[in-house]
């Protein structure tokens, strides 16, 4: 396959996908050792988890970077455009960057001779390591694809790893038990390295607690040598003696605040910050962060009391947050726009989000893993109150000029259910100067 065109690569990652997921260390091994194993060379951090991952990733990047390291940052999925996933202080890559690398990952399989069959996930991962490699990060901070043991990004030898809170999903890859699930994440546990554990539930925290004593990996447990205490909007983070109080994130919701505990915890931990980090420096990184998508608040621009949330909550943990956030802010009516994809447990997130609403108009993102709208719409439905209405779109662009017609003075609309959702109505929103952004 010949790249000329950042088109020929987007064709070309469309053809890795028939391939789906094929878990394994094989492929991605065979093809690092093509380029020289550049993530070698390179300090790291890994994430897993189930929840937060992207959150405390791009906490964790903000901080370094503006303590003056250069960081990069690995994340999936995107949400508008496919560069997103990988940047370099905050800056995402050019196209013409990437078709740089995904050349130069592509000369070294046909180099090799590496048979055809290697996924999506193995081709954008290599990428990214040949990003970071070339580009002399001091530091990158990787979030996991799926699971851990088996991930892709599970060929670093990290300095530190971070493991946020795990919930059930991609039960037909991880196991159908929260311990089963516990086990996949902690598989990044490296010997003798450190690892960050995030708020979980008691099952998967044994998991995890055991995994780290096996490897001789110090822990940090949240709510056992790290915590936060809540005021409102602020809060206050503890860990022995230190003491840093009256921190605020951009990021909205109280499970943020726990998020940003996690960054904090972890780069406490990390030598190499080691005289480098201070407290001024974390307080203004985390006012600063941006992670679009989660929990991200607009206003309308003729009425300011009409806001909109958009948050990907793609699994039964994250609607449950999603939940506890929306009953936080003050509103009229509740509006809830929803597309889920087909594999995962729509009825386990109806349940837990929309017997609140109001109205739900439920549309399906562009994606080959949604459903029909109908086939959405009746698995929903029985989660709905006795006083909601229900609209049907078969996109999204159909479908959020539906949701935003009903919005009256002081209501809120939520749009979630699936990143690739909540990507499609940011795409929409950017273009609609009836939309600004705000904050909590």
Known sequence: MEFNTYQDLEAYLKHLEKFGMIFGLGNIQAILASLGNPHHTFKSIHIAGSNGKGSVAAMIQQILSDSGFRCGLYTSPHLQRFTERFKIDGKEITKAGLLKHAVHVMSGIKKDGIPEGFTYFDFTTAMAFDYFAQENVDMAVIETGLGGRLDSTNVLKPEICVITPISMEHT?????????????????????????????????LRVLIKKAKQMSAHEFVFDRDFSVTIHGDTFDYQQGDLRLKGLKTS????????????????????????????GDTIRTSLRHVHWPGRGELFENTSDSSIRLMLDGAHNPGGAEILTHTITTLKFNKLHIMIGILGDKDI???????????????????????????????????????????????????EGFPMATAALREGDLLVITGSLYTVGEALDIIERDKAWKKTTY
Not at 253 to 276: F, P, S, Y
């Open 172 to 204: 037909q890859f991880l196991g159908d038990t929260l311990e089963a699930i516990a086990s996949e994440k902690a598989g990044i546990i490296k010997i003798n390295t450190p690892v960050v554990i995030g708020k979980q539930p008691q099952p998967a």
């Open 251 to 278: 990021l909205l919701g109280k499970h943020q605040k726990e998020n940003a505990a996690i960054a904090i915890c972890t780069l406490l931990a990390l030598k190499e910050c080691a005289g480098t980090l201070s």
């Open 347 to 397: 009825e386990a997130i109806a349940e837990r989000l929309l017997s609140l609403a109001d109205h739900v108009t439920v549309a399906v993102p562009q994606n080959e893993r949604a459903p029909k709208v109908e086939s959405l719409a009746r698995r929903i439905r029985p989660f709905l109150s006795n006083k909601a209405s229900l609209n049907m779109a078969g996109s999204i662009p």
